[in-house]
């Protein structure tokens, strides 16, 4: 098995002291619990802040750094500031919030953002200097979104998984951050990125797609040369650990002192920390409506709400707490009498063997956050459930709710109806809850947590071995194009010497391209061709008058000077577009923003404007109806950037660069540049020892590799200043 490294906000660990004695003791909890194996039994270390430990006296901290060697834990310690402002500041402030729908709790300016990524950067220093190659390098969670990319640098071969343990937004909610391109470019430096659910995986493609203009295709993204995996891992729980606290002797005692004390009234139970996102309040109002509207239950409810505390230091869930106090105060003032309340609300934490208790005792439990990324609570309950009674309530909007499908489901915005399915939760009869309840046991025990740490090891260990081919940057090629006598030059125009506009017609070129043409064209030993996807009578009204190349619709025309006559390439034929125009005219009438764009042998629907997930359903739409009707026809249908592209088979840049060498000296250079697929026609028709840089960072088979038009233009530039 790999070594594995294991990074994390928090390390599986509390550091108690008692008098004289410090100790290293193992916290419980499902992450901590199903990476605890894999942890030891491939001698790996696992990395994380360990906690505040300012007050701890040196012998004290040193103890407790031999235990944490001992135990193959790398603290990284955190100063106050970076804690109040990168974990508590922009994690907790921003990015909770904000993947968890509420805009409103995010604050107006971000300014903990600087501090945060410092803290990233801390964790991936650290990181990469524990590395040895082979590892297996697995992050987590929403603190150290920007880590992958940052390993990535730092260590080009390692295999990196990411888990974001949240929910990721839909990418209209994701879409107003400030820093969004910055987190997603950081995540892209995983190997393998998994979330709790598809819809989570579904947000994040669209958030690629609008942001980056990346398309998944199924469940791979091309980044930077590389392939990135995403997938849906749901999280687990110990499940066999709960169920048999629930069989303890102790236990079964205090569930029996719980159901004497309630006795003659049905238990409602709630477990949760007291975090905005858990739906308590809402929670409390369903129990209210349905002792206001149903008064057979008055006197016959107990509902326990258990809230754990939860992030005392921010203001926010201080005023949460007093809306909770404020309701469960009301509800027992309107509905409670001297011997009963029936809110019984409980502001404290729990071991696992009373939080067994409470699930075991409890008639139906309530599980309904506003949104969550899974919610394990929901899973515990069943585990703890050997007796195959009880019933869940679950949010829909719970990652949970994709599994755990015998729960009832209830919207939690929904007071009125989640009051219904809690009466119908006490009004079901044994035989169903027992048949629901063996489902949900089932389920929650086969894909438990070690099934999910399996899975998603498996899957990132099981990608093909990761390798960096040897490409390299523009300022290597610098160096190549210096040193050479002749050149020849072969630009690609949209994507290469200008970015893309939302219409054709608003990319043309700028006073400062025409100039570095201009001065390339005028570099002694220096020939300069654009070959482009545009048509002969734009290429000519811009580049007209310089003296270089011009070759239009990918190669289908060409002329070699100014004067010369454009001449088109042999035995094309345009006989096809009477019967494609109808089709992109068809997209172009039900996708508003979209429009077709004839050329003489050529048709392309662009969707530039179009919102991006839409266009791209709509565009594997219309490739798809495309190569349907022309399967048998000598038609390519060529995907772009933004575009669907229908051309004449055999058309292609790489025809080019045969006309092109034909005439050039002995011992010229032959340099093409380009960004996207057509240009791969031309690097691939390369002659030996052609040079040839991609910009951009889709895949290629260019040697060299660029960012995009300016680092394009800088490169030129850097040549004819020489």
């Not at 999910?452 to 071995?465: A, C, E, I, K, N």
């Not at 022309?630 to 038609?635: E, S």
Request: glycine share 8%; proline share 5%.
């Amino acid at each position: 098995m790999p070594r594995l490294l294991l990074v994390s906000n928090r390390l599986p660990v509390t550091v108690k002291v008692e008098k004289d004695s410090v100790a290293v003791v193992r916290s419980a909890g499902g992450l901590a619990t199903g990476l605890r194996r894999p942890h030891e039994r491939s001698g790996g270390q696992w990395i994380g802040w360990p906690g505040d430990m300012s007050r701890l006296s040196e012998s004290q901290r040193t103890r407790v750094e031999e235990q944490f060697a001992e135990q193959r834990y790398v603290p990284i310690h955190l100063t106050a500031s970076e804690v109040s402002r990168y974990y508590e500041g922009y994690s907790n402030r921003v990015l909770w919030p904000l993947c968890h729908y509420m805009l409103d709790r995010i604050p107006r300016q971000d300014r903990d953002w600087e501090v945060y990524r410092k803290v990233n950067e801390r964790f991936a220093d650290l990181t990469a200097k524990q590395y040895q190659p082979g590892d297996t390098i697995w992050v987590h969670d929403y603190q150290l979104m920007l880590v992958p990319g940052m390993l990535r640098e730092r260590l080009p071969e390692a295999r990196i998984g990411y888990f974001h343990h949240i929910p990721f937004p839909s990418s209209e909610i994701f879409r107003t951050l400030p820093r969004r391109e910055a987190l997603l470019k950081g995540l892209l430096g995983a190997d393998l990125i998994g979330f709790h659910t598809v819809s989570y995986v579904r947000h994040f493609s669209g958030s690629l797609l609008r942001q980056l203009s990346l398309d998944t295709d199924v469940d791979s993204i091309m980044w930077q040369g590389r392939q990135v995996r995403v997938g849906a891992f749901p999280m687990g729980i110990d499940s066999d650990s709960f169920d048999s606290l629930a069989k303890e002797v102790s236990v079964l005692e205090e569930v029996a002192s719980l159901r004497r004390t309630a006795e003659g009234q049905r238990i409602l139970l709630g477990i949760d920390r007291l975090d905005y996102t858990k739906g308590i309040p809402r929670r409390l109002l369903a129990v209210q409506r349905l002792l206001e509207r149903e008064p057979a239950w008055r006197g016959r409810l107990r509902f326990i709400q258990v809230a754990v505390p939860s992030r005392t230091q921010v203001e926010a869930y201080a005023t949460y707490r007093e809306q909770v106090n404020e309701l469960v105060g009301r509800i027992n003032g309107q509905y409670g009498s001297v011997q009963n309340v029936p809110v019984h609300y409980l502001y404290r934490s729990f071991n696992e063997k009373q939080l067994a208790g409470l699930y075991r005792a409890a008639d139906v439990m309530l599980v309904t956050p506003v949104r969550d990324g899974m919610n394990l609570v929901a899973k515990e309950f069943c585990a703890s459930r050997p007796d195959e009674d009880g019933v869940l309530v679950l949010s829909e909007l719970a990652g949970a709710a994709d599994e755990l499908n015998k729960a009832l489901t209830v919207n939690p915005y929904d007071v009125e109806s989640t009051a219904d399915a809690i009466e119908q939760a006490l009004e079901m009869g044994e035989h169903e809850r027992r048949e629901r309840m063996r489902a949900l046991r089932a389920q929650v025990k086969a894909h438990d947590v070690h099934w999910w740490v399996s899975h998603f090891l498996g899957r990132l260990q099981g990608l093909p071995s990761v390798s960096v081919r040897d490409v390299k940057g523009g300022d290597e090629a610098l160096e190549v194009l210096k040193s050479a006598e002749r050149l020849s030059l072969m630009l690609d125009y949209d994507g290469t010497l200008v970015g893309f506009a939302p219409r054709p017609e608003l990319a043309a070129p700028d006073d400062a391209l025409r100039e570095l043409l201009a001065k390339l064209v005028a570099r002694p030993n220096t020939t300069v061709s654009v070959v482009s996807g545009r048509p002969k009578e734009t290429l000519e009204a811009w580049f007209g008058t310089l003296p270089m190349g011009l070759h239009a619709e990918h190669g289908l025309w060409s002329r070699s000077r100014p004067g010369d006559a454009w001449r088109m390439l042999d035995g094309v034929t345009a006989e096809w577009k009477d019967a494609a125009r109808p089709m992109l005219d068809e997209f172009a009438a039900r996708v508003p923003g979209s429009f077709v764009e004839e050329k003489s042998a050529s048709l392309a629907w662009h969707y530039r404007q179009v919102d991006p997930e839409f266009g791209a359903l709509q565009s594997r739409e219309l490739r798809l109806k495309l190569a349907e009707t022309f399967a048998r026809r000598p038609v390519d249908i060529l995907p772009g950037d933004k575009v669907v592209e229908v051309r004449p088979h055999g058309v292609n840049k790489g025809r080019v660069v045969d006309a092109v060498t034909r005439q050039l000296s002995p011992g010229t250079l032959v340099v093409a540049v380009g960004d996207d697929r057509t240009d791969e026609d031309m690097f691939a028709a390369m002659p030996e020892g052609g040079l040839t840089i991609h910009a951009g960072n889709k895949p290629s088979r260019a040697t060299y590799r660029v960012s995009g038009p300016e680092e394009v233009r800088k490169l030129l530039a850097a040549l004819v200043e020489t």
